[in-house]
């Protein structure tokens, strides 16, 4: 998957995993395609995660540490959170963990419980949904994510409400080029 943001940061990042979401690698950079600035670049193998991170707290230019850190089993990057949730069986007080793994935080774990179905209204439309309650337990405090999952499989995002308090709503679902 890869996804990019326009304003003040445009970022660009991509997060490719099997089917089971058991990540492969991840990458993210920001600036435009012609002046990407690199943040990380990750592999996942063999219950490891390797490569490299920039920070930029101390100056400018950043400085470059490597990556070489040891996974628990049942371990996704966390680009892909919100896609572990909605791959995960929904129902009304299922519980459910998983870790995740960034290189600015480390690991985390995760603690996900699904409310009931409510009917949301998005521009896309109205859909009955399960808000599905999210928390990452990061080292310097718990971020607590709400995401609306479609209660038709598959599980669709209807909305994301991040701890920020940006959300993002679903605006249209089109057809793929091969009739799905």
Same mark, same amino acid.
């Given at each position: /998957?890869?996804?990019?943001?326009?304003?003040?940061? +445009?970022?660009?990042?991509?997060?490719?995993?099997?089917?089971?979401?058991?990540?492969?690698?991840?990458?993210?950079?920001? !600036?435009?395609?012609?002046?990407?600035?690199? =943040?990380?670049?990750?592999? $996942?193998?063999?219950?490891?995660?390797?490569?490299?991170?920039?920070?930029?707290?101390?100056?400018?230019?950043?400085?470059?540490?490597?990556?070489?850190?040891?996974?628990?089993?049942?371990? =996704?990057?966390?680009?892909?959170?919100?896609?572990?949730?909605?791959?995960?069986?929904?129902?009304?007080?299922?519980?459910?963990?998983?870790?995740?793994?960034?290189? !600015?935080?480390?690991? +985390?774990?995760?603690?996900?419980?699904? !409310?009931?179905?409510?009917? =949301?209204?998005?521009?896309?439309? +109205?859909?009955?949904?399960? *808000?599905?309650? $999210?928390?990452?337990?990061?080292?310097?405090?718990?971020?607590?994510?709400?995401?609306?999952?479609?209660?038709?499989?598959?599980?669709? /995002?209807? *909305?994301?409400?991040?701890?920020?308090?940006?959300?993002?709503?679903?605006?249209? =679902?089109?057809?793929?080029?091969?009739?799905?």
């Amino acid at each position: /998957m890869t996804a990019e943001s326009t304003g003040y940061r +445009s970022q660009r990042w991509e997060s490719i995993s099997t089917p089971e979401f058991k990540p492969i690698s991840a990458t993210l950079s920001f !600036g435009q395609a012609a002046s990407n600035i690199p =943040v990380f670049t990750l592999k $996942y193998i063999s219950g490891r995660v390797t490569g490299f991170a920039v920070s930029r707290k101390d100056s400018e230019a950043g400085t470059r540490r490597s990556i070489d850190v040891a996974l628990p089993a049942n371990t =996704v990057d966390q680009r892909i959170d919100w896609a572990t949730v909605l791959a995960s069986n929904l129902e009304t007080g299922q519980q459910f963990e998983f870790n995740v793994y960034d290189p !600015g935080t480390g690991i +985390s774990r995760v603690r996900a419980q699904v !409310g009931a179905l409510e009917r =949301v209204q998005v521009p896309d439309g +109205s859909f009955e949904a399960y *808000r599905v309650i $999210y928390r990452i337990e990061k080292p310097g405090g718990t971020e607590q994510h709400q995401l609306l999952a479609s209660r038709a499989l598959p599980h669709i /995002m209807v *909305r994301d409400e991040f701890p920020n308090g940006t959300v993002d709503e679903l605006v249209e =679902v089109t057809e793929g080029a091969d009739g799905e």
